[in-house]
C-alpha cells in the first residue's frame, strides 16, 4: 500500500526549484534594496541649478571654504544659502536663463532643493571641522570636485574606506596650506612631512566604536 | 490550502477565500494548466506563490525604496546661526516661589536640553526634575493650539476683538463686575500691569490662588514681623537644622539652592575634615528631605504645631529664651514623643547659635512659622543661616480665604467677568467653595492655559497659553536677582501670555505697542531694575541674571510681635484624637508633579517617584503598623470619607515612615482632562481637600473596596541585605575607619580576569558619585532622559521591568523599624567598567571598549541577544523590547537631542558617560588647537545635579576635581569584589547622629 499519492513524486523537485527560486528572489531583492543608486560610486544626480564647480572653482578659483564655509566650525560644511550666490549673480549674468530657479529662491525664500550626494548614514556622526586641523583636504573625500561639471560621488564613504585611513593617516594628510587645494599630489618630501605632522599634530583619529556612532 | 493561496494576494482575499479561489483561477497566466491533473495543480500553486512573493518584494522596492535626500539650505543665512553647533540663551522659569534661572541649548532654532545657569542665584547651575521636563511640556502635541469659544474653535483675532470690546465696557464701569484670577507671580512686569489695572479699573478685584503654595510662609511672617515677608534659608552655613514639616530638598520653594547649600554643609573631604550638618527631620510623610535627615520623627501633621512648641519650650530650658512668649510653651513634654526629640535637639541648636536652623514647612500653620522664625530670632540665626525678603508681590492675598471669597462671589452672581490667567481652579480650588458650580453663573470668564483642561472647557472663551520657554516674560528671585526670560523658540501654537493678556485690558487697541508688546514691556520692566540702555539690555540677556537688587534683603533688625505669637498659638486647634476610625489624611505636593500642572508630562510620570518608587499613579501612603492593624495591603483600593462626607477612592501603598494614624495623599493626579498621559494616572485626590483645612484634616475614615489596583513600581526590592552597595557609616565610624568603603566589600580588588588595555594615551574618563551629597531628587535621571533621547514605555512596560531610564536612583531601606526607617539614595548607571563582563558575551562584538575607558555600544550591530544585559552585575543595561519611538507627533519629535542616535526595537542602550558630549569638547579642543582641561567635559547628569554629588573628568590628570574626589577616603567601587573595576566611585554616605539620641 502506498502512503503517499503518486502525485507528490514532482514534490521534491518542485520545492528544490520553488525554495531555490524564492531564495534567489530573496536575495536579490535585499541586495537590491541595501545597494541605493545613490550610495554607488559615480551617482551623479541632476541638481536644480545646473552649478558648476569646473567653471567656479576650477576656472574661477573661488576657495571651498567660500561657500562651504562652516566647515571649520561645524560638524557640517553647509550648503550656501542662496544669500552667498547672490553675493555675485546679483551683478554676474543676473538674466541667465540658466539661474531662474536661483532668483526665485532669492524672491520667494524658498531654499533651493539641492539633491545630496555625499550622504552618511544618520547613526554615523561626521564631524568635518575636526578632519580640517588634522589635515584632511577637501579632494581626499570628495575627489576632483573642480573638475566636475556635477558633483560625482567619487569615494565609497563606507565605514570600512574611513577605517583604512584612520588606522593610518599619515599618507591621506596634507600640509595645513594645501587643504582646499585640489590639485596638490604628495612628493618624497612631503611624505616626510606628513610622518612628522601625524605625531606633531597629536592626530589621532579614532578606531573604537563611539568615535563615530554615538 | 485555499488559505494560503489566500494569504499571498491581498488582506481582502483573505477576508473572502471562495473570490479570491475565482480570481486566481481565471488568471490567463494559468488558464492553459487548468485541465491538467493533479501534478499541473501543484505546480500552479508553486508558480502562484512563487510570483506572490517576487511581486510582493518588487513592491516593497519599489515603494520602500531609500529615497533620495534633499538638502534646504537657508536663503538668508542668519547671523548667530552656525548650523549644526548649538547656541545657548539664558532664561529663566519658575518652579512654586523661586526663579531659576536656565541656559537653554538651542539646536537648529529649537530649544533641545535644559541646564541651570550657574550665574543665577536661585540655581548656582543646578536644576530639578520639572525645569529638565519643561521641554517635553513645551512639545506636548496636546496643548491647546487654537482659541476656543464654547469648544468651538475661533482665531485670535476674534480674541482680541473680544478683549477690545471688553477693555471698553470695563474701562466705562470702572471694571465692576471684573475678577481677575492668576497664580502668586514673581514677575515684576506682571505685578506692574496688574497694579496699573487695578489703578484704572477701581472696582475691579484681583485674586491669586495655587494650591500648594507658600502663603502660610508670608501669613507666618506677617504674623511674627507685622508684614509679609519671605523666608530665605542659607544652608551652608547651618550646622544643625530642624525641619519641621518641611521638605525643603524637594518640593519646598527654593530646593534648587538649598540642596546646594545642604550638600555643601555636609560635604567631608576627609575624615579629619569640617563637621559635617545635622539635620532634624519631624514629619508625617517620609519625604526626600527626612530621607536625608539624620534622624526622622514621624508625627502626623496636626501634632507637628506641638511639638514645635515643645521645642520651643526645651529651648527655653537650655536657657535661649524667646521673650514674653516663654511662658506661653509650657514645659517641653508631649506626650507620645521621645523626650530626646525636644530635649537633645534643643540642647543641639543651643550648642550652635547663629549657626542653625529652623524651617517650618508649607503645610504648617501661621503660628508654627511665627514659633520658628521666633526661635530662629532667640538663636541668633537672622542674618546668618535665614534672612527675611520683601516680596514682589507685597499684596499678594492668603490664597485659601481669598478663592473662597470669589467662589462665593461668583456663586451670587457679583461677577460678570472672571478671567482666569494659568491656574486650573476647577480641579484644585477646594472642595467646599464650590468653584466649578460657581463658574456656570458667570456670563463671561476667559481661561488662559496651555491644555485646554477643567477650567478652560467650562470657561466661555479658552485661550492658549504660551509657554515660558516660547514667551517673554521676567521673573526676580527671592533674593532680588532679576531675570529675563526669553523666547528660544517661535510660539508653537502662537500662544498668549499672562502679561499680553493684562496689557490688552490696559491699553486699547488704538495705542503704542510698546505698551502691548510684551517684549517691550519686559524691556521697559528690565530697564527699572537697571538695564537702562541698549547695552545694559543685551547684557541682561546674556548673562541670564541682573545685579541683585539687596535692598529686598532684611538682615536682622526685625521685631517679633510675641502678643500676636501668642494669641495665634492660644488659638491654634488642639490635636484631634487619632483612631482606625478617624485617621488623618495629609495634602502632599507630589515629589514630581507638583499640584497637578505637570501631570501630561510622560517623562515625569515614568520616572519612579523619589521615595515609593511608583510610576503613573499615585497612592495613598499608609503606615506600616496602621496597615496592619486595618488590614489593607499595598495595591488594595479604598475609600476615604472625611467628616463632611466627601470621599475619594484610591489605591493604596504601605509607606515605611508614614506617620501612624495619618494617611499621606499626592496631589495633582487622576485628572479628567490635560492630555492623554494625565487622564487614569493616579486618584485625584482634591475633593477631599476644603479651604477650612487644605494641608491636613482628621476625622477621615477608610474602608476597604475589596478590589484591587495593579501599580507599576520600578524597583520593588527595597533592602540590601547586607551587600556592600550603598555604603555608609557615621560619623564617628568614619573617624574611625576612614576607609568604610573599601572595608564594605569583601575583596576590594581582585586580579583582572582579562588582559587589561592600554590606557596609557588620552583622556581616560572616570566619575565619582558622592552619596553624602546626593539628596536623592532624581534631576539627573530627567536630564539623562532629555540629553540622550531615552523613550517612555508606559507603565504596563514598566510593570514588566522594561523602563528604560539609563541612570536610576536606588532607594533602600535600612534598619528595623518599618515605621521609622533610615533610607539611603544611590544613583547607579553603567559603571564603564574595564573589565567589563558585558563585552566579552556580546556575540556580534556590539558592545566594545573605547581606549579612553569607557564601554562603547553600536546600536546598529545589537541584534538583541541581551545576553551582555544578564551578565551585567549592575543591571543597568536597557533593551528596547517595543518600537518606542513609533507614532511620536511632530512636535514631540523636536524635544529630541540632534547629537544622539534614537534606538529602534531589538537594541540594548545604557549610559554612555554622554560620549556626544565628550566627543564635541575633544572636537573642539582640537579645532581650537589645545588639549582638552578639566570642566570641558560635563556630563547632563553632572550639570543637572543641584547637590554637586557628580563630578566627571579625566582620571589621568591628577589634578582634575574627578581624580581627587576618586581620592576621598570614603571613596569604594560597586561590588568592586566581582573584580569588574568600575570606571565609577562611590563616595559613602556620612550619618551624623547626635549621640544623646543614639540607641
Known amino acids: 500500500m502506498q502512503l503517499f499519492r503518486r502525485s507528490l513524486n514532482h514534490l521534491p523537485l518542485a520545492l528544490v526549484v520553488g525554495v531555490g527560486g524564492l531564495g534567489a528572489a530573496l536575495t536579490v531583492g535585499i541586495w537590491y534594496y541595501f545597494s541605493p543608486r545613490n550610495l554607488q560610486v559615480g551617482y551623479t544626480p541632476k541638481q536644480p541649478i545646473p552649478y558648476s564647480h569646473k567653471l567656479h572653482v576650477g576656472e574661477l578659483g573661488l576657495d571651498c571654504r567660500y561657500c562651504h564655509s562652516n566647515v571649520e566650525r561645524s560638524p557640517e560644511a553647509m550648503i550656501p544659502p542662496t544669500q552667498t550666490c547672490m553675493g555675485c549673480h546679483a551683478v554676474v549674468r543676473p538674466d541667465s536663463p540658466r539661474l531662474a530657479a536661483l532668483r526665485d529662491s532669492w524672491k520667494s525664500g524658498n531654499p533651493v532643493p539641492w539633491v545630496r550626494v555625499h550622504k552618511l548614514p544618520e547613526h554615523a556622526y561626521f564631524d568635518h571641522s575636526v578632519h580640517l586641523p588634522a589635515g584632511v583636504g577637501c579632494a581626499t573625500c570628495h575627489g576632483r570636485i573642480d573638475q566636475m561639471d556635477e558633483v560625482r560621488l567619487e569615494m565609497p564613504l563606507a565605514m570600512g574606506w574611513c577605517l583604512e585611513c584612520h588606522r593610518d593617516p599619515g599618507p591621506h594628510l596634507r600640509p595645513q596650506t594645501e587643504l582646499t587645494n585640489m590639485s596638490w599630489k604628495r612628493d618624497e618630501a612631503s611624505t616626510v612631512l606628513a610622518a612628522v605632522s601625524v605625531a606633531a599634530a597629536g592626530v589621532r583619529p579614532p578606531e573604537h566604536c563611539t568615535g563615530c556612532h554615538r | ?999
Request: charged content about 20%.
Open chain 2, 1 to 999: 490550502m485555499t488559505n494560503d493561496r489566500v494569504f499571498w494576494r491581498s488582506l481582502e482575499a483573505k477576508a473572502q477565500p471562495e473570490q479570491a479561489r475565482e480570481r486566481a483561477t481565471g488568471s490567463d497566466v494559468v488558464k492553459q494548466s487548468i485541465d491538467a491533473p493533479g501534478l499541473i495543480r501543484l505546480r500552479r500553486r508553486q508558480f502562484l506563490s512563487l510570483s506572490g512573493a517576487i511581486s510582493a518584494l518588487v513592491g516593497i522596492g519599489c515603494s520602500i525604496r531609500r529615497p533620495v535626500e534633499k538638502i534646504m539650505p537657508y536663503t538668508e543665512m542668519p547671523a548667530d546661526v552656525t548650523v549644526g553647533v548649538p547656541s545657548h540663551y539664558a532664561s529663566v522659569l519658575t518652579r512654586r516661589g523661586e526663579a531659576l534661572g536656565v541656559v537653554v541649548q538651542s539646536s537648529e532654532g529649537r530649544p533641545t536640553k535644559v541646564e541651570g545657569n550657574p550665574e543665577h542665584p536661585g540655581s548656582a547651575g543646578g536644576t530639578d526634575l520639572q525645569a529638565q521636563a519643561a521641554l517635553l511640556d513645551l512639545y506636548d502635541s496636546e496643548r491647546a493650539r487654537t482659541p476656543t469659544l464654547q469648544g468651538a474653535p475661533r482665531t485670535y483675532a476674534e480674541v482680541d476683538a473680544v478683549l477690545a470690546e471688553l477693555a471698553g465696557q470695563l474701562a466705562a464701569s470702572g471694571g465692576a463686575g471684573l475678577r481677575v484670577l492668576s497664580e502668586p507671580s514673581l514677575s515684576p512686569t506682571f505685578v506692574r500691569l496688574r497694579a496699573a489695572l487695578a489703578a484704572k479699573l477701581p472696582n475691579a478685584v484681583f485674586h491669586t490662588y495655587a494650591p500648594v503654595s507658600d502663603s502660610n510662609e508670608r501669613a507666618g511672617t506677617q504674623l511674627a514681623f507685622g508684614r509679609p515677608l519671605l523666608v530665605q534659608h542659607r544652608l551652608a552655613g547651618a550646622q544643625v537644622i530642624v525641619a519641621l514639616d518641611s521638605d525643603f530638598l524637594m518640593t519646598e520653594t527654593g530646593s534648587v539652592e538649598a540642596a546646594r547649600g545642604f550638600a555643601n554643609g555636609r560635604h567631608m573631604d576627609s575624615a579629619a575634615g569640617k563637621q559635617p550638618n545635622r539635620l532634624y527631620a519631624v514629619e508625617p510623610t517620609l519625604s526626600v528631605t527626612g530621607s536625608n535627615a539624620d534622624h526622622r520623627l514621624s508625627l502626623p501633621a496636626q501634632s507637628i504645631a506641638a511639638y514645635a512648641k515643645a521645642l520651643a519650650a526645651a529651648l527655653v530650658g537650655q536657657g535661649i529664651s524667646l521673650g514674653a512668649l516663654d511662658s506661653e510653651l509650657g514645659r517641653p513634654e508631649l506626650a507620645g514623643v521621645a523626650s530626646p526629640w525636644t530635649l537633645a535637639v534643643a540642647r543641639d541648636l543651643a550648642e550652635h547659635r547663629g549657626a542653625s536652623l529652623v524651617i517650618a514647612g508649607s503645610r504648617q500653620p501661621a503660628a508654627v512659622h511665627a514659633l520658628a522664625h521666633a526661635m530662629n530670632s532667640a538663636l541668633g540665626n537672622v542674618g546668618r543661616t535665614v534672612v527675611y525678603v520683601t516680596p514682589v508681590d507685597a499684596e499678594e492675598p492668603l490664597h485659601f480665604p481669598d478663592i473662597a471669597s470669589l467662589a462665593r462671589d461668583m456663586a451670587a452672581g457679583k461677577v460678570q467677568t472672571l478671567l482666569v490667567l494659568g491656574g486650573n481652579p476647577v480641579l484644585d480650588a477646594p472642595a467646599d467653595v464650590q468653584f466649578k458650580e460657581a463658574l456656570a453663573k458667570v456670563p463671561l470668564s476667559l481661561c488662559l492655559s496651555g491644555w485646554r483642561h477643567e477650567t478652560g472647557e467650562l470657561c466661555t472663551w479658552h485661550v492658549p497659553q504660551a509657554h515660558a520657554l516660547e514667551s517673554w516674560g521676567d521673573q526676580v528671585s527671592r533674593i532680588g536677582a532679576y531675570s529675563v526670560q526669553q523666547p528660544l523658540i517661535s510660539p508653537l501654537f502662537k500662544g498668549r501670555s499672562d502679561t499680553s493678556l493684562l496689557a490688552a485690558l490696559l491699553a486699547p487697541a488704538a495705542s503704542a505697542v510698546s505698551e502691548r508688546d510684551p517684549y517691550l514691556l519686559v524691556k521697559a520692566t528690565a530697564a527699572m531694575h537697571g538695564a537702562d540702555d541698549e547695552r545694559r539690555w543685551q547684557r541682561l540677556l546674556q548673562r541670564g541674571v541682573g545685579p541683585r537688587n539687596v535692598s529686598q534683603i532684611t538682615l536682622g533688625g526685625l521685631s517679633l510681635q510675641t502678643a500676636a505669637i501668642q494669641s495665634a498659638l492660644r488659638a491654634l486647634p488642639e490635636a484631634a484624637q487619632l483612631g482606625l476610625d478617624s485617621l488623618e489624611v495629609v495634602f502632599l505636593a507630589d515629589n514630581k508633579l507638583l499640584d497637578g500642572r505637570h501631570a501630561n508630562n510622560a517623562w515625569l510620570q515614568e520616572l519612579p517617584d523619589p521615595i515609593t518608587r511608583i510610576t503613573w499613579d499615585n497612592a495613598a501612603l499608609i503606615a506600616p503598623s496602621t496597615a496592619q492593624a486595618l488590614g489593607v495591603a499595598s495595591g488594595d483600593m479604598l475609600r476615604l470619607t472625611s467628616s463632611d462626607a466627601r470621599s475619594i477612592e484610591i489605591v493604596a501603598w504601605v509607606q515605611p515612615g508614614q506617620a501612624p494614624g495619618s494617611i499621606g495623599l499626592p496631589l495633582g493626579w487622576g485628572r479628567k482632562r490635560g492630555g492623554k498621559h494625565a487622564l487614569g494616572a493616579g486618584f485625584d485626590v482634591y475633593p477631599l481637600r476644603t479651604s477650612g483645612a487644605p494641608h491636613f484634616t482628621a476625622g477621615v475614615k477608610l474602608a476597604k473596596l475589596g478590589t484591587r489596583y495593579p501599580l507599576s513600581q520600578t524597583q520593588e526590592h527595597d533592602v540590601m541585605e547586607g551587600r556592600p552597595i550603598a555604603l555608609d557609616a557615621t560619623l564617628d565610624a568614619y573617624r574611625e575607619h576612614p576607609n568604610f568603603g573599601q572595608r564594605g566589600s569583601p575583596d576590594p580588588s581582585p586580579p583582572p580576569l582579562w588582559k587589561t588595555q592600554d590606557y596609557s594615551q588620552g583622556p581616560q574618563w572616570g566619575m565619582a558619585i558622592d552619596l553624602n551629597r546626593c539628596v536623592g531628587c532624581s534631576a539627573c535621571v530627567i536630564a539623562c532622559q532629555s540629553e540622550n533621547n531615552i523613550p517612555v514605555v508606559g507603565k504596563d512596560q514598566v510593570a514588566r521591568g522594561r523602563a528604560m531610564a539609563w541612570l536610576r536612583i536606588d532607594r533602600y531601606y535600612v534598619g528595623d523599624d518599618a515605621d521609622q526607617p533610615e533610607v539611603a539614595f544611590q544613583p547607579v548607571s553603567c559603571q564603564h567598567c574595564e573589565q567589563a563582563p558585558c563585552e566579552n558575551v556580546c556575540p556580534v562584538n556590539a558592545t566594545s571598549h573605547s581606549p579612553e575607558g569607557l564601554n562603547d555600544i553600536a546600536y546598529n550591530r545589537c541584534i538583541g541577544t541581551r545576553y551582555c544585559m544578564n551578565n551585567c552585575p549592575y543591571k543597568v543595561r536597557r533593551f528596547n523590547f517595543l518600537n518606542n519611538n513609533l507614532d511620536i507627533p511632530e512636535t514631540q519629535k523636536m524635544v529630541h537631542n540632534p547629537d544622539v542616535t534614537l534606538r529602534f526595537r531589538g537594541v540594548v542602550e545604557k549610559c554612555t558617560y554622554c560620549v556626544q558630549r565628550i566627543q564635541s569638547s575633544k572636537i573642539a579642543a582640537k579645532r581650537e588647537g589645545r588639549e582638552l582641561k578639566d570642566g570641558d567635559v560635563v556630563t547632563a547628569c553632572q550639570q543637572a545635579c543641584p547637590a554637586e554629588a557628580i563630578t566627571f573628568g579625566d582620571i589621568r590628570d591628577a589634578t582634575s576635581a574627578v581624580s581627587r574626589a576618586r581620592e576621598v577616603d570614603r571613596n569604594y567601587a560597586l561590588l568592586a569584589e566581582v573584580g569588574t573595576r568600575p570606571r565609577t566611585r562611590f563616595l559613602g554616605k556620612v550619618r551624623n547622629p547626635n549621640p544623646e539620641m543614639v540607641g
